[in-house]
T-cell receptor, first 111, second 113 residues
Framework: QKEVEQNSGPLSVPEGAIASLNCTYSDRGSQSFFWYRQYSGKSPELIMS????GDKEDGRFTAQLNKASQYVSLLIRDSQPSDSATYLCAVNPNTGNQFYFGTGTSLTVIP | DAGVIQSPRHEVTEMGQEVTLRCKPI?????LFWYRQTMMRGLELLIY????????DSGMPEDRFSAKMPNASFSTLKIQPSEPRDSAVYFC???????????FGPGTRLLVL
């Protein structure tokens, strides 16, 4: 079983809609969770981090964490074509200083 | 800050040749990570250093791969001999001691023919 699982997609949403990206993880002791965005041919860049159960909002982005169910999600409101990218979920299992990354979900926002 | 710097950005080589990838972390960062990204396997951690010391190299696929960090501002990842299955994008990332966020370099796109 992989440490971090994501649906590979592709996920397509119309411009202005809400995009919902999901991630599950296997290590129940994990404490730190991150969402990275990766444009085609570019490197991953951090969008948000979340450490506590509940929601964390930053502009059009909301990260949601549920440790009991071992999932973390990312909502993108008012999706824009510029949001089209692959979104990577990363988890720090707290057993070291490394992240485990999911394989990413490809998002396409259709104008 | 210039961010994480990697060189070369692209490398095309023939099977059996030695390949050396280079990374300069962000100044003041204590951790350095080497990742490999492929379509099939996603982003995989190869090795990471803390204060120039290798901490976990369990992700290094085989003895053909080696990594060094001779000082706080420079690291290399070497593949010798290279094979076609090593073709991938190799990323270097760094972070501070207190902040978990990793900052990625632009990557090196390696193609082994």
């Amino acid at each position: 079983q992989k440490e971090v699982e994501q649906n590979s997609g592709p996920l397509s949403v119309p411009e202005g809609a809400i995009a919902s990206l999901n991630c599950t993880y296997s290590d129940r002791g994990s404490q730190s969770f991150f969402w990275y965005r990766q444009y085609s041919g570019k490197s991953p860049e951090l969008i948000m981090s979340i450490y506590s159960n509940g929601d964390k909002e930053d502009g059009r982005f909301t990260a949601q964490l549920n440790k009991a169910s071992q999932y973390v999600s990312l909502l993108i409101r008012d999706s824009q074509p510029s949001d089209s990218a692959t979104y990577l979920c990363a988890v720090n299992p707290n057993t070291g200083n490394q992240f485990y990354f999911g394989t990413g979900t490809s998002l396409t926002v259709i104008p | 800050d210039a961010g994480v710097i990697q060189s070369p950005r692209h490398e095309v080589t023939e099977m059996g040749q030695e390949v050396t990838l280079r990374c300069k972390p962000i100044s003041g960062h204590d951790y350095l990570f080497w990742y490999r990204q492929t379509m099939m396997r996603g982003l995989e951690l190869l090795i990471y250093f803390n204060n120039n010391v290798p901490i976990d190299d369990s992700g290094m696929p085989e003895d053909r791969f080696s990594a060094k960090m001779p000082n706080a501002s420079f690291s290399t990842l070497k593949i010798q001999p290279s094979e076609p299955r090593d073709s991938a994008v190799y990323f270097c990332a760094s972070r501070t001691e207190v902040q978990e966020t990793q900052y990625f370099g632009p990557g090196t796109r390696l193609l082994v023919l």
